[in-house]
């Protein structure tokens, strides 16, 4: 079937603490004849948000019931999720250590360190590790990810050594190269490390030139050099060491845990049902929180209540087609660590 096709807002949330109390819940939305959505919060705060300048979703709206990919909301992760990590998963000691159980977390593969600690499915990795390098709380130009100055070549020479001879870090670290690898990897059928990518993120890496990166970079674009470094990052995963894991881990974990849980929802506008939804992650994967009809005053109850229905619907496929592409890689991933 066709790949969904669905644009949403990310709000982009502050990182100056982790909130401690819970984040307000939606007590009215309404679609505004000034084509704004109007919200207001159980705290009394109020939103406006011009519908034009949010994303919209396309028509004909299919699912990808395939084994392949992932469809991705950049969306505000759920306090229980949270606060799962935080109480469970983490001792924090100071703002910047994390100190987790090393007993029971792989540093074999950046994937098993990572799912030990945030759990849930692989959306919750994409969501983490694409936010903790969106607020650079994830650098991949540190140290700790430049690979060591040598002259010493592998004999016989290997392939890997041969792919990855100029790589000044140990990932892919400027766009020739990184679409070099690519290229490869495609030709090859070796692409199982961005298995469940979201499709848009690969074809902005693929789009976008080192220059054009730059310019990214310095126009302060931080969320679309975030999803072009998260497939870099993962075309550069099986050549990371245990240092790189562990660090990357630790960085993610520290992200999420200092993620200040916004109070300013994340809506996308469903252009098919008339509807704006706003919606965030759970544990369990996405969940909507308030849904609200541009049409809602002038159509029957019924035809509002089949339209909640279909969308309901369309979530929970959403969420079961990540868990089957969650339960490949997973299965991938303990293939290669034994």
Same mark, same amino acid.
């Given at each position: 079937?066709?790949?969904?096709?669905?644009?949403?807002?990310?709000?982009?949330?502050?990182?100056?603490?982790?909130? *401690?109390?819970? *984040?307000?819940?939606?007590?009215?939305?309404?679609?505004?004849?000034?084509?704004?959505?109007?919200?207001?919060?159980?705290?009394?705060?109020?939103?406006?948000? #011009?519908?034009?300048?949010?994303?919209?979703?396309?028509?004909?709206?299919?699912?990808?019931?395939? #084994?392949?990919?992932?469809?991705?909301?950049?969306?505000?992760?759920?306090? %229980?999720?949270?606060?799962?990590?935080?109480?469970?998963?983490?001792?924090? *000691?100071?703002?910047?250590?994390?100190?987790?159980?090393?007993?029971?977390?792989?540093?074999?593969?950046?994937?098993?360190?990572?799912?030990?600690?945030?759990? +849930?499915?692989?959306?919750?990795?994409?969501?983490?590790?694409?936010?903790?390098?969106?607020?650079?709380?994830?650098?991949?130009? #540190?140290?700790?990810?430049?690979?060591?100055?040598?002259?010493?070549?592998?004999?016989?020479?290997?392939?890997?050594?041969? !792919?990855? /001879?100029?790589? %000044?870090?140990?990932?892919?670290?400027?766009?020739?190269?990184?679409?070099?690898?690519?290229?490869?990897?495609?030709? %090859?059928?070796?692409?199982?490390?961005?298995?469940?990518?979201?499709? /848009?993120?690969?074809?902005?890496?693929?789009?976008?030139?080192?220059?054009?990166?730059?310019?990214?970079?310095?126009? !302060?674009?931080?969320?679309?050099?975030?999803?072009?470094?998260?497939? !870099?990052?993962? =075309?550069?995963?099986?050549?990371?060491? %245990?240092?790189?894991?562990?660090?990357?881990?630790?960085?993610?974990?520290?992200?999420?845990?200092?993620?200040?849980?916004?109070?300013?929802?994340?809506?996308?506008?469903?252009?098919?049902?008339?509807?704006?939804?706003?919606?965030?992650?759970?544990?369990? +994967?996405?969940?909507?929180?308030?849904?609200?009809?541009?049409? +809602?005053?002038?159509?029957?109850?019924?035809?509002?209540?089949? /339209?909640?229905?279909?969308?309901?619907? =369309?979530?929970?496929?959403?969420?079961?087609?990540?868990?089957?592409?969650?339960?490949?890689?997973? *299965?991938?991933?303990?293939?290669?660590?034994?």
């Amino acid at each position: 079937m066709k790949r969904i096709s669905l644009s949403l807002l990310f709000v982009i949330v502050a990182i100056t603490g982790y909130s *401690q109390t819970l *984040q307000p819940t939606i007590s009215a939305m309404k679609w505004g004849a000034d084509y704004k959505l109007h919200v207001k919060l159980a705290n009394d705060s109020a939103y406006v948000m #011009d519908v034009k300048g949010l994303y919209h979703t396309g028509k004909n709206l299919f699912i990808d019931t395939t #084994d392949k990919s992932t469809t991705y909301y950049p969306v505000t992760l759920d306090k %229980e999720f949270i606060d799962y990590i935080k109480n469970k998963k983490i001792v924090e *000691q100071g703002i910047d250590t994390i100190k987790t159980d090393s007993l029971k977390v792989s540093y074999k593969t950046l994937w098993s360190a990572t799912h030990a600690n945030l759990g +849930g499915g692989y959306i919750h990795f994409v969501n983490c590790l694409v936010y903790s390098l969106e607020s650079q709380q994830l650098r991949l130009t #540190d140290p700790i990810f430049k690979r060591p100055v040598t002259e010493w070549r592998p004999k016989p020479m290997t392939e890997s050594y041969k !792919r990855t /001879r100029k790589w %000044e870090f140990y990932y892919p670290s400027n766009q020739k190269l990184a679409q070099k690898e690519y290229k490869l990897r495609l030709k %090859e059928n070796d692409l199982r490390d961005l298995q469940g990518v979201p499709t /848009r993120f690969i074809e902005l890496f693929l789009e976008t030139s080192q220059s054009d990166y730059e310019k990214l970079i310095s126009n !302060r674009k931080f969320q679309l050099v975030a999803q072009i470094d998260l497939v !870099r990052l993962l =075309l550069g995963a099986k050549y990371l060491g %245990e240092d790189q894991i562990r660090n990357i881990s630790s960085r993610v974990l520290s992200a999420v845990v200092k993620y200040n849980v916004n109070t300013m929802p994340s809506v996308i506008i469903f252009d098919d049902y008339n509807a704006a939804v706003a919606m965030s992650l759970n544990s369990k +994967g996405y969940q909507i929180d308030y849904i609200v009809y541009s049409d +809602g005053e002038t159509v029957s109850g019924a035809d509002l209540a089949g /339209r909640t229905s279909m969308i309901e619907g =369309l979530i929970k496929n959403i969420n079961e087609a990540n868990e089957r592409v969650f339960r490949k890689r997973l *299965q991938i991933y303990y293939q290669k660590v034994k």
